[in-house]
């Protein structure tokens, strides 16, 4: 089946770093994937996508990779901030149904 | 302002006590999904409807009804609640019919089934 994991440990960096996360997908290849922030308590906040013809995909201080050979997702934090400890999820749709799989999800902590 | 709604916010009841959550959007979005999310388990789709008077299984559908009869509108139906569906759900809605849509999410409603 679908399967799409994320480093279930928590990630603690000191601020002024890059936070790198690891979104890695098995027995499929998407055709997109999704970043996602959640603060405790609160609905996800989209706030990348990246799709399988692009290699990556920036926003302000945040950068998405895909490798399709890896089968592997980066969401990089450059210059990473207190205000940017959260859960971050990466989620996959189908290119044909309205179906979408979210990994578990990993914990930024970023330390003064 | 743009917005997705869920009512109620918190719930608690008890083992066989149908109940609804709202869902409602004002983005005129076609796309409309439910959640559960559970420690461990991560978010898991629940139902999804891609338009008025359709909608589909996502991987976790058991136990649980909805209905589309307006675009606005996706209410969550628990005909017979059993513990095991204590839970933080949401609901979501995108302009996309989940192609790559981007996925706009209520504020979540924590339900306790006793």
Request: contains cysteine; positive net charge; proline residues 5%.
């Given at each position: ?19 790198t ?16 922030r ?42 990473s ?23 578990q ?7 003064p | ?18 109940l ?9 979005h ?14 898991r789709?629940?139902y ?17 009804k ?7 509108n ?11 569906q204590?839970s ?9 019919k ?17």
């Amino acid at each position: 089946s679908q399967k799409i994991e994320q480093n279930s440990e928590a990630l603690n960096i000191q601020e002024g770093k890059t936070a790198t996360l690891t979104c890695n997908y098995t027995n499929y290849s998407p055709a997109y994937l999704q970043w996602y922030r959640q603060d405790p308590g609160r609905g996800p906040v989209f706030l990348l996508l990246i799709r399988e013809n692009e290699k990556e995909k920036r926003k302000e201080r945040l950068k998405v990779t895909f490798d399709t050979t890896l089968k592997q997702s980066l969401f990089h934090i450059t210059a990473s901030q207190p205000a940017d400890s959260a859960t971050y999820l990466c989620a996959h749709g189908s290119s044909n149904t309205g179906k979408l799989i979210f990994g578990q999800g990993t914990t930024l902590q970023v330390k003064p | 302002e743009a917005q997705v709604t869920q009512n109620p916010r918190y719930l608690i009841t008890v083992t066989g006590k149908k109940l609804t959550v709202t869902c409602s959007q004002n983005m005129n979005h076609e796309y409309m999904s439910w959640y559960r999310q559970d420690p461990g388990l991560g978010l898991r789709q629940i139902y999804y409807s891609m338009n008025v008077e359709v909608t589909d299984k996502g991987d976790v559908p058991e136990g649980y009804k909805v209905s589309r009869k307006e675009k606005r509108n996706f209410p969550l139906i628990l005909e017979s609640p059993s513990p095991n569906q204590t839970s933080l759900y949401f609901c979501a809605s995108s302009l996309s019919k989940g192609l790559a849509g981007e996925q706009y999410f209520g504020p979540g409603t924590r339900l306790t089934v006793t």
